[in-house]
Structures are given as C-alpha cells and as structure tokens.
C-alpha cells in the first residue's frame, strides 16, 4: 500500500531531489561505523567514540591509528551498489530525478550511474597530499603501509573525507540547498536525521511531496505527506520498477 502511494508520487514528480543516510549503504554492506562495537577500543587500548576516531585533531595527533580505524571502518573496496541506488539512477535516467545529496562517502551512487550527486561529507574514493595535492586513489591509501605518504613529497596524503571537528565545503552545501529549494518532491531515505547538518537541509524544501522512508522513526516524519517504516533499498526498487512497468 505504502510502496503504491510513493509510485503515484514519483509518477507525478519531475523534480525529485533524494537525500540519504548511511542506511543506503547497508544493502551494499556497509554498516554505520557509529556502530563500531568495542573490539577496536580494546585492540588499541583506547576510549573513543568512533565519531573521536576520525576526528581531525586525532589524525593530528596519532595519524597511524586514525589511518589503522579509517581503512578498517571507513572503506569498504568490494563494495557494489544496491537496489536503491541503481533504482535512483533509473529515475535520473527517467528525467524525474534532479540530484541525490548524500551523507555518505562510499561514491557507490556514482557506480550506480548517477550523475548529480552531492557528497556532504565527501568521498574515499578521492585522496590528495596535503602540500603538493597529488591526487591518489583508494587503492594507494589501502596499500600503504601505516600513514599514506607522498611518494613525490613525502607529505602525508588525506582522504577528502570532511573528518569531525571540520567543516562542510560551501560549494557542495550550496549545491545540495539549491537543489533541495528547486524539488517537486524530497525524499530523505537511510537516515534517521539525528546527525548534524542532515535536519537543517530540509528546511529549504518548498516543493509538494516530502517521503521519509527508514526503518526507524524520524525526526521528519511529523510532517511528511508519506512515510514509510521499512527497508529503503526494496522500496525504491519496487516503487520504480511499479513505474516502470506502467509505462
Ligand atoms: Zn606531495
């Protein structure tokens, strides 16, 4: 029933505007690494957060543990796009949707062939030296050995991930509002909205529809036109494939 509902929405949408958490990752395997259990901090006979772990003054201070936590929680290689985001880029494809904004830093949306995406938090996949910006693939942070140097300076190489402690970058934010403010319909999937700067996006959209679908509730779904608890990779992936038979 639900599913149906947001087939008619997408069926009347030219301008859908997706933005998601790390509850799109899931399907891909990929788990929240707030979810990092205890194990690391007794591996490293430390006690910190996760969000502490790849924090900006921990990578100053203790770059090899903050490499050692950020390749085993933050970077996921055999990772493939799921149902949701291929059902996404099918929908950009369609002409109804406009761009995904997304808190995650996997780049599996673009694998899946979206074009438009906002990446708040950035992406693994992109690396650069801290002094001379070479610029370096996954693969080179994964295969160094402890702290990633730069074979040409001997710099350290960052991934242009936003760490905490620092902030977003303006033209990505920018993005992402402008296209939040121009949708007909906002869907917030995979997130449960609790982490900054999530909430505050939301309040630019101005357009009819605004969906929530994640398995919890939502600081959201008080005023969406449509909500639904469940799995957001199968959602997706019928309400598109709905639309798509009945076209
Ligand atoms: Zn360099």
Redesign the pocket.
């Known amino acids: 029933m639900s599913v149906q509902e947001l087939t008619d929405i997408l069926r009347n949408s030219r301008k859908i505007v997706f933005f998601g958490g790390a509850g799109v990752s899931t399907a891909s395997g990929i788990p929240d690494f707030r979810s990092a259990n205890g194990l690391w901090n007794q591996k490293y006979k430390r006690n910190l957060s996760p969000e502490e772990m790849v924090s900006r003054s921990f990578c100053e201070r203790d770059p090899e543990d903050f490499f050692a936590f950020y390749k085993d929680k933050r970077v996921y290689p055999e990772a493939k796009p799921n149902a949701c985001h291929y059902a996404r880029a099918r929908l950009e494809k369609m002409g109804r949707l406009r761009a995904v904004v997304t808190q995650n830093i996997d780049g599996l949306h673009q694998m899946a062939g979206s074009t438009n995406v906002f990446e708040l938090h950035g992406s693994v996949l992109r690396n650069y030296?801290t002094?001379?910006r070479?610029f370096y693939d996954v693969n080179f942070i994964l295969e160094a050995d402890g702290v990633p140097r730069?074979p040409?300076?001997g710099?350290i190489v960052k991934p242009d991930v936003v760490l905490y402690e620092e902030t977003l970058d303006d033209n990505v934010i920018d993005g992402a509002v402008r296209a939040i403010a121009g949708a007909d319909t906002l869907i917030i999937g995979g997130t449960s909205l609790i982490v900054y700067p999530a909430a505050g996006f939301v309040r630019y959209f101005r357009g009819n529809k605004l969906v929530v679908i994640n398995k919890s509730v939502t600081q959201a779904d008080e005023y969406a036109d449509l909500v639904i608890h469940d799995d957001i990779a199968q959602v997706m992936d019928q309400a598109v494939k709905a639309l798509e038979e009945q076209q």
Request: include cysteine; aromatic fraction near 0%.
């Open positions: 030296c002094r001379c070479s730069c040409k300076c710099s």
